[in-house]
Each structure stands twice: as C-alpha cells, then as structure tokens.
C-alpha cells in the first residue's frame, strides 16, 4: 500500500529522477563548492558587518556608553562570564520549555482542525486574531492569574509562537493528494490510518517551515516574559545593566541571545536531515 501511495503522491515526494548534469557539475566537486559558498557567504557578511561596527565605534565623537566596540563587549562578556551564564540558562529553560509546548499545542491544534472542518471554520480566525495581542499585555495578566513561576512564562511563549507551526502544520496536513486520499479509501482504510500514512508524511516539510520559523523569534518571546516577574534571565540581565549604563554587557547579552535563535535555527536543518532523508536528496538533484 506504502508503495502505490508513494507513486501517486505529489511530485515532490517522489524519489529524484537520475541527473543528466554532467559528472564535473553534480560530482563532489560542486558539492564542496556548494557547501563552501554556503558556509563563507554568511561569515563574509558577518565579518563585513564587524568591521562597520569597530570601524563606528571608533570614531572620536562616540562614546564607549553609546557604542561600544566589539572587543570591548567581548572583553566585559566574559569578564562577567558566571553571571551572564546564569541569565542564559534561565532564559535558555524558558525557551526550550515554551518550544515544546509550542510545539504540543500546534500538533495537537492542527490536528483537531484537519479532522473536523467547522471547527476550522470557527477557530481559525480566532487563533489568528488572538496572535495580534501584544505580549507585553499578556505577561502582567499571566502574572496575575498565575503567579510569579516559571509556569506563566512558558505558557507565555508557548502561546505566542504556536501560531506559525500551527498554520503551516494544518495547510500540509490538508495538502495531501485528493487521488491518494480516494485511493486508500477504496482500499478500506480509515480516516486514522490516511493521517498517519499520508497527511503526516505530506505535512512534515510545512512542519519543519513553521518550526524554522518559530525558531527565529522565540528566544525573543522568552526575554519579553521575563520583564514581569522573573529574576534571573537576559531580559531581566540587560535591563540590570542598561540601569547602569553597561552598554557592552547590554551588547554581549544581545549577542547570547542571537547564538541561541541561530543554534536553534541550525537545529531545525539537522531535524529536518533525520526526519526527511529524502528532502535532501531532492534539494540536491535540484541544484
């Protein structure tokens, strides 16, 4: 059954038709050039933005209170290496928290409003509305309601980046092939068994996009809910040290932060490797 499915699905789950490029174009070769471009094309431009950055903090008329150089925030961030570790781990229990359970309520959520469409119907556009709330007007609320642990805070960032996956979860698992769908229906199968065997395989390259997206502005959600009511954490970090006018430490717990959404970006990559083997093989025979 597995195999009939496969042959009818859409063509981007097929397996990639044999290469006609030339062996010097898809052989190792362009590979490694590939994977160099990749990998030097982001650092040219992080090397080039460093250098706008010291090249404008160096100038006369600039304060090191205003903007510090790179090396300085460098230097006083590992001067103050335990404390800022401190705050990266609170905020980091906070993040990964919030992303499972982020990631709980989108799977769960979408799979509900795949199964029963006047429930979509209905709850869509109220999700949808609901993600136009400002957090910052959810956080005291929460703290009201919840109490000053990290419960509310997690549930904080649960919420407010669970719309993302949510939606793209849903439009793939309602993508699946209509002719499949008929398919396995013919052969008997129940509405359980077309999720497992055919939306979820369908869903999962939109699954990995909403994650991907959710990746990029969640250590964001997790910094905003530690402004009311935490005590530890790089939100609570950088306004201890902008109260001080420590502009380099502000500077080294921003940059903690953007290491965090990047290794979480980059992690989605590695989920998506493990998960969907033959998505890569596709994005190859595509270049």
């Known amino acids: 059954m597995t195999t009939t499915i496969e042959r009818i699905q859409s063509p981007s789950a097929r397996p990639p038709a044999p290469s006609r490029e030339s062996p010097q174009r898809s052989g190792r070769p362009g590979r490694a050039a590939d994977t160099a471009l990749r990998t030097l094309a982001p650092a040219a431009a992080l090397a080039v933005l460093v250098l706008v950055w010291h090249l404008a903090a160096g100038r006369e008329s600039m304060s090191a209170a205003v903007l510090p150089s790179p090396a300085r925030v460098i230097t006083a961030g590992w001067d103050d290496r335990v404390a800022l570790l401190d705050a990266t ?140 009511g935490a005590r530890t954490g790089l939100g609570i970090y950088m306004q201890t040290q902008k109260n001080v006018f420590r502009t380099d430490l502000v500077f080294a717990a921003v940059i903690v932060s953007i290491a965090i959404g990047l290794t979480l970006f980059a992690l989605t990559y590695l989920l998506e490797a493990l998960a969907m083997p033959w998505e890569r093989r596709r994005k190859a025979a595509q270049r």
């Open 89 to 228: 781990g609170a905020t980091l229990r906070i993040t990964l928290l919030g992303l499972a359970g982020a990631v709980l309520i989108a799977l769960l959520t979408a799979t509900v409003l795949s199964f029963v469409a006047p429930l979509r119907l209905m709850l869509l556009p109220l999700l949808i509305g609901a993600q136009s709330v400002p957090i910052i007007v959810l956080a005291p609320l929460f703290v009201i309601w919840f109490g000053f642990d990290s419960g509310p805070k997690i549930a904080i960032v649960a919420i407010v980046s669970m719309l993302p996956m949510t939606i793209s979860t849903l439009q793939g698992l309602l993508a699946a092939d209509p002719e499949a769908i008929a398919l396995l229906r013919s052969m008997g199968a129940s509405r359980w068994k077309i999720y497992l065997r055919l939306r979820v395989p369908t869903a999962l390259p939109h699954f990995i996009t909403g994650l991907r997206i959710m990746s990029s502005f969640i250590v964001v959600s997790a910094i905003f809910s530690e402004y009311v």
